[in-house]
Every structure is written in C-alpha cells, then in structure tokens.
C-alpha cells in the first residue's frame, strides 16, 4: 500500500490526471463559459476577457501545485504564488470579502517558502526536533485559528452560521500546513489530511459528489506525499555523509 501510494504522489500520469479531474469538475460545473462582463462592468473590454477559462485553469495549477509539493519540487510554490494571484483576483470579482483578506497572507507565506526552499537541500525535506516540532505547531496553530475566525467574521459581517465556522477551520488548516510548507517540513501533511477530510466531509454533507471525488484524490496524494517526505528524511538521518538539514 506504502509503495502505491508513493508511486501515486510522484508519478507524472496522476498529475495529468489529477489536473483532468479539477478541470473535469470545474467544465460540468458550468465555470468555463462565463465571461468578466457577468460580474463587473469595467468597460467593454470585459466581454473579451474569458473569466471562465481564467478559474478553470487556476484549478489546474492549484492541482499542480500540491503535485510538486510533494515531491520535494520548488515548483509547488512558484505555481502557489500564481494560483494565490489568480485566487485573489477572482474572488475579488466575485465579491468574496472572507477570502480577499486571506491572501496577502498566503502570498507572503509562499514568498518565503520559495526562498527557505532555495536555500535547503534540493529534494530533501528540513528537520527539526520533536520539541521544536511542537512549539511551532502550537504557535502556528493558535495564530491561523485566531486569524481564520478573524477574517471570516469580517467577511460574513459578523454573522456567523455553521458554514462560517466550518469555512474558518478549513482555512485555518491550510493556514498551518502551508506555515510548515515554508518551512519545508513534513509535519505539513498531517494537517493537509486533516483538512483534505474536513472539505470531504463538507463536500459529503452538501451532496456535491464531484467534490468529493476530488478530495479524495487530495487524501491520497497527502498521503503517499507523507510517505515520500518521511522517507527521504529518513535516508537523511541514516546517512552521515550528508549535510544536517537541521533548523537553526
């Protein structure tokens, strides 16, 4: 099963399948032919502009994001940076002020990823005490809880229903994974499944079967994902002839 799993968070075919599914998803949800003009009048040139083709292709890179990710690739947070831009913009069109405010913080995230990543060792995953370990994921976690429930109440005018509160752990999830993410560590797995679970589950109480199929492909890439980083440190702490990746 290990090796499976492993097989299916690296191998190039379930990226191109993975992005088929996202992109399958977002065409029969009927996101490919709307245009800017159904959402803003800035100007004729809107009608030109194919704001449908623009969201379906962000699912795509979204998608391939989380691939490279997972296999220790920069790539996965360049293609972050560009899906977060995309994000932000469409949703600022489409008048989602909960989410506009998250994204300078998910930018700023993946702007130091990409620069901790730079200066770690290609393909190989940081590490840190268990201790450390801890401490970061305490802090980390009160931080994204407080700002997720924060940007939520802004957003839904202080009126909080069950979505809102399910919307904010969500958040506050991905907020904590992609914090561990810019630290290249692999603790951020084990939250990406918590959260991969919780959209799942969501997804399962609104009878939206497409979501569902998609999150379960996103569960299973986390995990093969957890197998892959856990095997590569692995290596590193049985091989003394490689550099410590440890964090000062």
């Given at each position: ?5 492993k097989l299916?968070a690296?191998?190039?075919w379930?990226?191109?399948?993975g992005?088929?599914l996202?992109?399958g ?7 490919l032919?709307s245009?800017l003009d ?8 809107t009608?030109l502009v194919p704001?449908g083709?623009?969201?379906?292709t ?6 391939l ?6 296999k220790?690739?920069n790539?996965?947070?360049?293609l972050?940076?560009?899906?977060t831009?995309l994000s932000?913009t469409?949703?600022?069109i489409?008048g989602?002020?909960?989410?506009i ?6 930018f700023?995230i993946?702007?130091f ?12 995953p940081?590490?840190?005490?268990k201790t450390?370990?801890k ?5 980390a976690?009160i931080?994204a809880?407080?700002?997720?429930y924060?940007t939520n109440?802004?957003g839904y ?8 509160y399910?919307?904010?752990i969500a958040?506050a999830l ?5 914090i ?5 560590l692999?603790?951020?797995?084990s939250?990406?499944?918590?959260y ?8 399962s109480v609104?009878g939206?079967f ?6 379960i492909?996103y ?8 197998f ?8 590193e702490?049985?091989?003394?002839s490689l550099?410590c990746?440890?964090?000062?």
């Amino acid at each position: 099963m290990k090796k499976s799993l492993k097989l299916f968070a690296t191998s190039k075919w379930f990226d191109l399948l993975g992005v088929a599914l996202v992109v399958g998803i977002a065409i029969a949800s009927g996101y490919l032919n709307s245009r800017l003009d159904q959402f803003v009048n800035w100007g004729p040139w809107t009608a030109l502009v194919p704001f449908g083709l623009i969201s379906v292709t962000n699912v795509g890179i979204s998608m391939l994001s989380t691939r490279f990710t997972g296999k220790l690739s920069n790539w996965g947070n360049y293609l972050g940076i560009l899906n977060t831009v995309l994000s932000g913009t469409i949703d600022y069109i489409l008048g989602n002020k909960a989410a506009i405010i998250t994204y300078p913080v998910t930018f700023l995230i993946y702007t130091f990823a990409i620069q901790k990543w730079q200066k770690s060792q290609e393909g190989k995953p940081n590490q840190l005490s268990k201790t450390q370990t801890k401490l970061v994921a305490v802090f980390a976690t009160i931080l994204a809880f407080t700002f997720a429930y924060g940007t939520n109440y802004i957003g839904y005018g202080g009126q909080m229903n069950l979505l809102a509160y399910i919307t904010s752990i969500a958040f506050a999830l991905s907020l904590v994974a992609n914090i561990f993410n810019a630290l290249k560590l692999t603790t951020q797995w084990s939250f990406w499944l918590v959260y991969n679970f919780v959209q799942l589950a969501k997804a399962s109480v609104q009878g939206n079967f497409a979501n569902v199929g998609k999150y379960i492909f996103y569960i299973l890439n986390a995990f093969g994902a957890l197998f892959v980083w856990n095997d590569e440190e692995r290596k590193e702490s049985e091989d003394p002839s490689l550099p410590c990746p440890r964090q000062s």
